[in-house]
């Protein structure tokens, strides 16, 4: 089935420690996206690529990091600038063509920081 | 800019009980596309429905209902004798017009639905 796959599920980090989400699709979608969400907020997009080797910033993108090599994947890296990265990322990819049905949502990356 | 407000932070309802969310967006586009999705537990967002600005037909699928009215922009959700499995956080967003495949959504900050049986 196609689908969005993010890992891990739950992520540690340490203070000053950069990590790497992963965001993997098979749905031939052009366009990906990095959202984060924190209680009582919604959703907040942090970046995100309409082809791939070009990406552009989103509302909240200081201490992230992105790269789009292949068109199925576009992992987030968290840097250490990232202040208070603990929070609960959504990666999300879409076509043009299924715009009448939105965005596909991956299941999620819960980062604590330690 | 774009601007989405989901006034409603909880929402808690007896089984069977009929419930309404209400989103109330800002947008200076003239075409423009409005969403709810669904987030159970598990976290993954479920989409549920996408209505464009030229389209004001209000539509039902099984118990759940929506209502658009441009005029007050709002596009409100009905769910119909609620079950404990709509206990779940829903998102209503807004997208402005596909530009070169740029099809970025701005959230509301969601409501919280619990169901109790």
């Known amino acids: 089935d196609g689908g969005i796959t993010q890992s891990p599920k739950y992520l540690f980090r340490k203070e000053g420690q950069n990590v790497t989400l992963s965001c993997e699709q098979n749905l031939n979608h052009d366009a990906m996206y990095w959202y984060r969400q924190d209680p009582g907020q919604g959703l907040r997009l942090i970046y995100y690529s309409q082809i791939v080797n070009d990406f552009q910033k989103g509302d909240i993108a200081e201490g992230y990091s992105v790269s789009r090599e292949k068109k199925e994947s576009f992992p987030l890296t968290v840097t250490s600038a990232q202040k208070n990265p603990t929070a609960f990322y959504l990666c999300?990819?879409?076509?043009?063509?299924?715009?009448?049905?939105?965005?596909?949502f991956g299941s999620g990356t819960r980062l604590t920081v330690v | 800019a774009q601007k989405v407000t989901q006034a409603q932070t909880e929402i808690s309802v007896v089984e069977k009980e009929d419930v309404t969310l209400d989103c109330v967006y800002e947008?200076?586009?003239?075409?423009?596309?409005l969403f709810w999705y669904k987030q159970p537990p598990s976290g993954e967002l479920v989409f549920l429905i996408r209505?464009?600005?030229?389209?004001?037909q209000n539509e039902i699928s099984g118990r759940y209902s929506w209502n658009f009215q441009k005029s007050t922009s709002s596009f409100n959700f009905t769910i119909t004798a609620s079950q404990v499995v709509d206990s779940a956080v829903y998102f209503c967003a807004l997208s402005g017009p596909p530009l070169f495949n740029d099809y970025k959504l701005s959230f509301g900050a969601g409501t919280t639905v619990t169901v109790r049986a």
């Open positions: 947008t200076r586009d003239t075409t423009y596309y």
């Open positions: 209505r464009n600005s030229f389209d004001e």
């Open positions: 999300a990819s879409t076509a043009s063509y299924s715009l009448n049905y939105g965005y596909t």
